[in-house]
């Protein structure tokens, strides 16, 4: 749809015929005018004075034209798109997932059958990302190292498809979750303070790093980053219930001060239903964006008018366009008179 923004520039229309109506005729001399026996063609053809003939009105219908074409253009044409969606900017949320050795044990059943723990943590957290629109999701995967695998975006396509990708031991087989805190601590800090959240996933505790986690928590809280803990793993007596003190991987205490530290807060997840349960959780403590604007995509077109116009102009100077039959040049200049007899 074409629309224009200075509607108020078509007032200036009959600007034209106003002057020509109010402002008086330029005075023709009359000393030395050439008397010609043939005046009669030249007046039909337009050729002297006068305001008929071939050549004034081919003359004035171009003028006008290019009249035409200039306000048009200072009209300011506008072509606007259909409604394009644009996702109000909401918090900037950061994934850490754990992707240790440990992450390969099958103590989780789908439908049951034994499943390990990264294809479930997968499985559920790509059904979060999808979900969380309008904001930027990034993703670091830990293990001996942390590494920023995406940086934070809006397409969380992408982000969906890096974690799918990623599989146990890529990053070692230790897990420095410490390490992981500090590098999205470093991605958000530049981010507005009320919308940096970090969700740390992982099913042990810190064995590996240069970075304490709860020295990495403190850190935290003074970029004002919420961090929200996830413990993974079932039971070990669920596993097997005679072996009443088996110990467990996870350290839940530091994941607990982590998150009261920051002033976010810890989940346990035992099975498929928790783990869903705490992104579903998650959610609600750090609800998505509104709905989405809706833009127009709009593009300017006063440049073709005012192209047209600049263009007739010049070839209306140069004596290119003239009716049939009358001389480049264009009129001839008066005064010339008839020759009588």
Not at 7 to 21: C, G, I, R, S, V
Not at 252 to 257: I, P, Q, T, V
Not at 260 to 278: K, N, P, S
Request: avoid cysteine; proline fraction near 7%; glycine fraction near 10%.
């Amino acid at each position: 749809m074409i629309t224009f923004q200075w509607l108020w520039a078509f007032f200036l229309l009959p600007l034209p015929l106003l002057a020509w109506l109010a402002l008086p005729a330029a005075p023709t001399p009359k000393a030395g005018a050439l008397k010609v026996p043939f005046f009669r063609e030249l007046r039909a053809a337009g050729l002297v004075g006068g305001r008929g003939g071939a050549g004034h009105l081919w003359r004035g219908l171009l003028l006008t034209l290019i009249w035409l074409l200039l306000v048009t253009a200072a009209a300011r044409p506008t072509y606007v798109g259909p409604p394009i969606a644009v996702p109000v900017e909401g918090r900037d949320l950061m994934l850490a997932v754990d992707l240790s050795g440990s992450m390969a044990r099958q103590d989780f059943s789908v439908g049951g059958i034994p499943m390990d723990r990264l294809s479930v943590v997968k499985a559920v957290a790509d059904d979060f990302i999808a979900r969380r629109v309008g904001d930027r999701v990034g993703l670091i995967l830990f293990g001996t190292r942390a590494y920023v695998q995406a940086p934070l975006t809006f397409d969380r396509n992408v982000v969906r498809e890096l974690l799918t990708a990623s599989s146990i031991g890529m990053t070692g087989q230790e897990t420095a979750i410490g390490d992981a805190i500090g590098l999205a601590i470093k991605t958000l800090r530049n981010r507005p303070d009320d919308q940096r959240v970090l969700i740390l996933l992982t099913d042990g505790a810190n064995t590996a790093g240069m970075l304490n986690p709860l020295q990495a928590a403190e850190l935290a809280a003074r970029e004002h980053v919420k961090i929200y803990t996830i413990g993974v793993g079932a039971d070990p007596r669920a596993m097997n219930p005679w072996m009443v003190n088996m110990p467990s991987d996870l350290d839940e205490d530091a994941l607990r001060r982590i998150a009261a530290i920051t002033g976010g807060r810890y989940f346990r997840a035992r099975d498929v239903q928790g783990l869903a349960g705490i992104y579903a959780d998650i959610d609600r403590l750090e609800p998505v964006a509104g709905d989405p604007l809706y833009l127009n995509a709009t593009q300017a077109l006063f440049q073709w008018p005012l192209g047209a116009a600049l263009v007739l102009s010049f070839l209306l100077g140069a004596g290119v366009l003239r009716p049939q039959g009358v001389p480049r040049g264009g009129t001839l200049a008066a005064p010339i008179e008839e020759a009588r007899p």
